[in-house]
């Protein structure tokens, strides 16, 4: 029997200008020497123009290439800098990449020849040199008295030039923060070192160099930027002010499952009560227990996903240790004060003060191996971002934080330290008419009582939900997008 073959797709390459995109060997040729542009906007580039005959949204956009992590609207206009900046192209009068007001852009070059990829390095299209020698405005210097046109007139431009524009766009407040950025990538393409000296010298530099900084992680071919402790702060204040919603939004996912994830624990705890011998009023139970979980896991989720979602927006290097510093800082943070609250409410109404209560350590420990779970399972994502993997990459990352989790809650454990579920049975056996000592579950174990085991295995269970849930949360992407 002969089965008939599926014809195969021969890979394919556009040509148009000076340049020749090359989808299949990922590269951007001008004039035949390749052109350096990161993943993500080499991906972005060729889905405009595999889509020029129409309008490409933001939504689109978001979804087709930054699949795997969120980024802001902010991000998405520099990549479009960036390209614009590579092709010699102008956003007043466009020749490759047209904005669409509310809506998102189009690749508008009309003499794109589209060919088969045959790995010859061709320098341009015949009919786009042959319009180039029709008219010579037509070739990468097209408009060179426009102060904006890049390629040989942004070498003509002076450093010093430069530098008093970028100046003069941050005394604009942020309406004047795009074309700063845009300043700032010219800047890096003519000299880095020559212009971080330049701006240096300047009064009140330090949100010019946090620019420089954060524009850096766009262009593979810009010099380092060091900081000092002023501009460190600028950069701060300017990925904080421009990703504040996203931090917002994850934050709040954090929580919520941090207490949808309590509820179930509670509930989990109440059914193994129920199994347990000698247990009554189950329904009273399941209430309490559920309660208590979402009050506990929401605060803490909260606290630890606000810590982790700063870091992700702040952090473009060394992204592990700011994602666990946080992490422990804001479950500390967070432990520090529920310690303190819940001490006030025990001494005035059960006069309990020798009770174990979960505090700063346990927070630090927690919120810790919460960011090194996370960390380990959502690597840097290329060109910034914020990660956000989809379908079982999503479950991975929440089961490899909800493991890390309970590690540190069964060291919690062996060191003495009580979780949630020790604390609850540490107030029911001080009060006589308590219904929620959690004593029987030792039974399901083998202890006749609330021993040792029951205390790791509970804070086990408890740290792995708890870092599921947040890890699940933070990780809940936007259902849609709002183009402006």
Known sequence: MIRAIAPVTPPVRYRFDTFVLAPRRRLLLRGGSPVALIPKYFDLLVLLVRHRHEAVSKQTIFADIWTD?????????????????????????????????????QFVCSQVVEEQDDDRTVAAAPAVINAAAADPKRVGLQDAADPKRVGLQEERDSLERLVDRLFSALDAGPD?????????????????????????RRPNHATALAVMRDVRWSMPEAGDVPLDAASSLALVRLRLAEARRT??????????????????AGLLGSLALSVADGVHGMPQSAVGLAAIGAVAGGLGAGGIGAG?????????SRRGIALAACGAIAGGLVALAAHSVVRAILAGLVGARDIDIPGFVDGLVIGGAVGIGYAIATPQPPGGGIAAPRGGRRIAV??????????????????????????????????????????????????????PATRVVLSACEGGVFGAAVAWGLTIRPKSRTSH
């Open 69 to 105: 992590v969120v980024v802001s609207d902010g991000a998405l206009s520099q990549a479009i800098r960036t390209l614009r900046r590579t092709l010699g192209d102008n956003s007043r009068e466009p020749r490759f990449i047209r904005t669409v007001s509310r809506h998102g852009y």
């Open 176 to 200: 004047g923060l795009d074309d700063a950025r845009e300043t700032a990538e010219r800047l890096h393409g003519l000299d880095t070192a020559g212009t971080i000296s330049l701006v240096r």
């Open 247 to 264: 931090i917002a939004r994850r934050w709040t996912a954090a929580a919520l499952a941090g207490a949808s994830g309590g509820i179930a």
């Open 308 to 316: 982790l979602a700063a870091a992700e927006v702040l952090a473009r």
């Open 398 to 451: 929440a089961a490899v934080t909800g493991i890390a989790t309970a590690v540190a809650g069964t060291a919690l454990a062996i060191a003495g330290h009580a979780l949630v579920g020790g604390l609850v049975n540490e107030i029911a056996r001080s009060s006589p008419d308590a219904q929620l000592v959690l004593a029987p579950l030792g039974q399901l174990i083998g202890e006749p009582d609330f021993g």
